[in-house]
């Protein structure tokens, strides 16, 4: 029955990434081959290739690839006998040795839930509404490729042909001439390229005293009348709740117009340099709107900031789940690359041996000889901004990734082929890839599982610290070392730097527990027994 139920799940992923592709849906995780596939130029067949395609139209064959894999696994798993599909005896008693040891058997579950909510994407987290009701007709902006322009939302003047802003369509949503309804991510924040406005709070007014978000202590520091979209208008300090000092005010385009002074509350001069008269100008927001305004890095729980934001005005929140898809995505471009050069290699110099053998340990050693911060440096420096992204990283962290693992291959592959079994095969006149393929690479499965956490770890802890130097990822993909890297440099705000380092600490701690746990139960001699 389980067989069954993944199988179909295999299935209806492959139909609905297909048929989204060809209708230009952006669905969660199914979406991301596809976007991949335009990211990078090597994954996309262009008109430089296939001269018959339009100017702008591209093949994406990864994407594609992707889901023909993904339905072919569907189909086997359903026509596959039970039987063929049951874990040898061996095999079982090593997960449920697995599953008696409880840090790695709940931390296996909470990286499970983890990755689930990773594969939600935009349905979480993003500033794109997930439905807008406007006008009697639904919109699903979050889950299209197109860009919806503010027209189409009764915008006008210059939001009309850019893309609205849902945040404020859904402040404003239910009043005349707005969407009736607009249903938002659970964070309607961008991991990047999304600056939120200033987060603020009211402040009180009583007996002509302005007091502070408490209630009880009169307010000391800067107060500020904002415009609907957020923007400043006038900005005034107040000394134990009472203006004393310099006021400014800008106009809607953020240009300054005009600047007061006052003393125990009175004014001692004022000078506007703006249209109309300045009685209109500092009627524009409303008396008795002042608020306190936190400025970037904004503290948690301010406004809609459950952890604050960084010091470029993105939402912390949002950043940290942004990096964990990027981090998620990195371990499964990159662990397939590498697991399949270190074991191709590896067996190959276990099993022929000799001069081969020698020459590919000198090749190695020569490799893992090059100073890795020194290429990447080099790299940073010859490789154009715009072609630079995780695609590149991984294969640089690919290039020398795979040299660790030769050795224990190798070791593993010269014990197995001295077996009889290899013999018995030689014997009867298989050749060298079935006998690599169907006789030694089953037997050093232990070693691949046992690695495959810590080789997680490695890519996560190689991109946070690329990033941290500056080395690493682009702008545009959000990574939790150059959040580090912000918080240390402002440690006057230390929810950004705690906020790096718990998401940092708890994934590696995470996969460092299942690659122990894995180790425990596979490991022959804690569980051998000899008369």
């Known amino acids: 029955m389980t067989k069954n139920l993944i199988a179909l799940l295999l299935i209806l992923a492959a139909l609905m990434g ?197 209630g009880e202590t009169p307010y000391n520091g800067l107060a500020c009348r904002m415009y609907k979209d957020g923007q400043i208008h006038l900005r005034q300090r107040y000394r134990k709740g009472v203006a004393d000092g310099h006021m400014q005010g800008w106009l809607r385009n953020r240009k300054e117009v005009y600047s007061a002074l006052y003393e125990n509350g009175k004014l001692v001069r004022e000078h506007y340099r703006g249209p109309k008269a300045p009685e209109d100008f500092l009627a524009l927001t409303k008396q008795g709107s002042e608020c306190k305004v936190y400025y970037h890095p904004a503290p948690p729980f301010t406004g809609n900031h459950l952890l604050g934001t960084n010091s470029q005005g993105a939402d912390i929140l949002a950043y940290l789940y942004g990096g964990l898809q990027v981090n998620i995505k990195a371990a499964l ?84 082929k001295t077996r009889d079994y290899v013999a018995a095969a030689k014997v009867m006149g298989a050749g060298t890839t079935h006998i690599l393929l169907r006789h030694i690479l089953p037997n050093l499965r232990s070693i691949v599982v046992t690695l495959v956490p810590f080789s997680v770890a490695a890519v996560i802890l190689s991109l946070a610290s690329l990033d941290y130097l500056g080395f690493g990822l682009p702008d545009n993909y959000a990574s939790w070392g150059r959040l580090l890297n912000d918080g240390l440099s402002k440690l006057s705000s230390p929810w950004v730097v705690s906020s790096a380092f718990f998401a940092l600490v708890g994934s590696l701690l995470l996969v460092t527990f299942i690659g122990e746990s894995i180790r425990e139960a596979t490991d022959p001699r804690r569980h051998s027994y000899y008369d």
Not at 362 to 381: C, G, K, N, T
Not at 398 to 414: K, N
Request: proline letters at 7%; glycine letters at 8%; a neutral charge.
């Open 333 to 416: 471009l990159y662990l397939p690359v590498i697991y399949f050069i270190g074991l191709t290699v590896g067996m190959l110099m276990g099993y022929f041996g000799g001069k081969f053998d020698l020459v590919t340990q000198r090749i190695i050693e020569i490799i893992s000889q090059l100073p890795f911060l020194f290429v990447v440096m080099i790299v940073s420096d010859f490789v154009p901004l715009q072609m630079r992204g995780l695609f590149l990283i991984l294969s640089l962290l690919a290039m020398f990734g795979w040299m660790h693992m030769t050795y224990l291959v190798r070791t593993a592959t010269m014990k197995e």
């Open 18 to 214: 297909a048929l989204g592709e060809l209708n230009g849906w952006l669905l969660p995780t199914l979406s991301w081959p596809f976007t991949v596939s335009r990211e990078v130029p090597f994954l996309n067949c262009s008109e430089r290739v296939a001269p018959f395609l339009a100017a702008d139209e591209q093949v994406n064959w990864f994407g594609w690839l992707s889901m023909l894999l993904l339905l072919l696994s569907g189909l086997y798993l359903l026509i596959r006998r039970n039987s063929s599909l049951r874990l040898p005896p061996k095999y079982a008693k090593q997960v449920e040795r697995f599953c008696k040891i409880k840090r790695g058997y709940w931390s296996l579950i909470i990286l499970g839930v983890v990755m689930l909510l990773a594969a939600l994407d935009q349905c979480l987290v993003g500033k794109r509404a997930l439905f807008v009701a406007y006008d009697g007709q639904w919109y699903c902006p979050a889950f299209t490729r197109a860009v919806i322009p503010g027209n189409t939302f009764g915008l006008t003047g210059a939001e009309a042909q850019a893309e609205a802003d849902y945040r404020v369509l859904k402040e404003r949503a239910g009043q005349p001439g707005w969407p009736q309804l607009v249903i938002m991510p659970l964070v309607p924040y961008d991991p990047t390229m999304d600056v939120a406005p200033f987060p603020t709070e009211p402040l009180e007014w009583r007996d002509g005293v302005l007091y502070d978000t408490d």
